[in-house]
């Protein structure tokens, strides 16, 4: 595990977390980053990384890597505002799925049962289920930090790994949702961490918001946004004749969250396509969330994603997507975007200790990581665990109920900022 920081309000923290920000949030710019983790694509089953921009009519940049040998998908999709961006942004997504399907850190065959009776510590209660636990049952269990106490915890191998074959499901246990929610890589360990909380967060937020109706609610008022960068977005998609809305899809926890749609007219137009973006600044996750929906329209064009069904491209799935977008389209657009406080700092700790603070705030203060860093290879990844926060599926698959959060959120009674 990663050496954590003594003396600090979280002492679990990574201790390189101090180091101050370099370039747009991070701490060295895409270029730098992609001359120093290039070459070592090829060690990751990395066989190309290439352009797909082209293949719509946005002009965002898109990238892929692809990576054929992987136990989860082997084509990973990348973007950013600059080709640079976008290509580094490819080659992080493959690098960290291949860190975590081969999980290098030992590992401990035990009954939750057990371990509770040794008196260790362990996490599995609120983590996303695929069936009922087991605590009987002998699971592979890891070691996390959790960051509030710096002390160790164990956690099922199955929440933080991303081999999905049918070997490590029964190895598994199968009890765990298999996606790769909070795995996110970075130039420091604790980059890495902010990017898994940050994305842990927003699914955890579109989950929320999806389960209210979040559609109803006034999009943000596009006119108004100043930043360069999503001026830029905005314009790419008003240029290619697609229409776009922007919500405010923060949950109680208070971090900047948006989701994006872009929707096409005409009967031979791409599929509408969402995205969203969680960020301690507002206009960087405004930012993201419409570069993942340019992102997504690219990939769906491409059609190479192993996670999209044959059925995603039949008529009558096209034709459902289309009069659900439209009626999102429907509602007010006049939302401030300016409404959301900026809690990004000029380091990493910082924003991480903001966004601590607030999830502590709303009743979520066990945060857990694994660092999956390996010295031979040299690229931050690590897998972020916050029990009790909803899954991506939670709002999106009907058979996905959600915890406790997804039920105050259904009935109206949480979820909101």
């Not at 999806?210 to 999009?219: F, I, M, V």
């Not at 190479?304 to 007010?332: H, I, K, M, N």
């Not at 406080?341 to 945060?367: F, H, K, N």
């Amino acid at each position: 595990m990663s050496a954590a920081a003594p003396g600090r309000r979280y002492p679990g923290l990574p201790a390189d977390a101090a180091r101050a920000k370099a370039h747009a949030h991070r701490a060295q710019t895409p270029e730098d980053a992609y001359a120093r983790f290039a070459p070592l694509a090829r060690r990751m089953g990395v066989t190309r990384v290439g352009a797909l921009t082209g293949l719509d009519t946005l002009g965002v940049p898109v990238c892929f890597a692809a990576r054929p040998n992987s136990r989860s998908i082997a084509v990973h999709q990348g973007k950013g505002l600059t080709l640079a961006g976008a290509r580094i942004s490819a080659l992080m997504e493959a690098a960290e799925t291949w860190h975590a399907e081969d999980v290098l850190a030992p590992v401990r065959l035990a009954r939750a049962a057990d371990l509770r009776a040794a008196g260790l510590a362990c996490a599995w209660r609120g983590l996303p289920l695929a069936r009922a636990f087991d605590d009987h049952q002998p699971i592979p269990w890891v070691a996390a930090r959790d960051v509030a106490t710096g002390g160790e915890v164990l956690v099922p191998l199955e929440a933080v790994s991303s081999d999905y074959t049918a070997e490590a499901e029964q190895r598994f246990g199968g009890y765990f949702e298999a996606t790769t929610n909070g795995l996110a890589s970075g130039s420091t360990v604790a980059e890495a961490l902010a990017h898994g909380l940050c994305e842990v967060i927003e699914r955890d937020a579109v989950a929320l918001w999806r389960l209210r109706e979040g559609h109803r609610e006034p999009a943000l008022d596009l006119d108004r946004i100043q930043d360069p960068g999503c001026r830029w977005l905005l314009e790419r998609f008003a240029s290619a004749g697609v229409r776009v809305r922007l919500w405010d899809a923060t949950s109680d926890a208070g971090v900047p969250t948006y989701l994006a749609l872009a929707v096409d007219a005409g009967e031979t137009a791409t599929d509408p396509e969402v995205g969203s973006a969680c960020h301690p600044s507002p206009v960087a996750a405004m930012v993201k969330a419409l570069a993942e929906a340019a992102q997504a329209r690219t990939t769906w064009i491409a059609g190479a994603r192993d996670d999209f069904e044959p059925a995603l491209y039949q008529a009558s799935a096209r034709s459902r997507r289309r009069r659900d977008s439209t009626r999102w389209l429907d509602g007010p657009a006049d939302a401030p975007p300016e409404a959301r406080p900026d809690l990004s700092t000029d380091s990493v700790l910082g924003d991480l200790e903001a966004i601590l603070d607030r999830l502590a705030a709303v009743g979520i203060e066990q945060v857990l990581y694994v660092d999956l860093t390996r010295p031979d290879i040299g690229i931050p990844v690590v897998r972020t665990l916050v029990p009790g926060l909803e899954s991506p599926l939670t709002g999106e698959d009907p058979a996905k109920a959600g915890g406790a959060r997804a039920a105050q959120a259904g009935s109206g009674r949480g979820g909101r900022p």
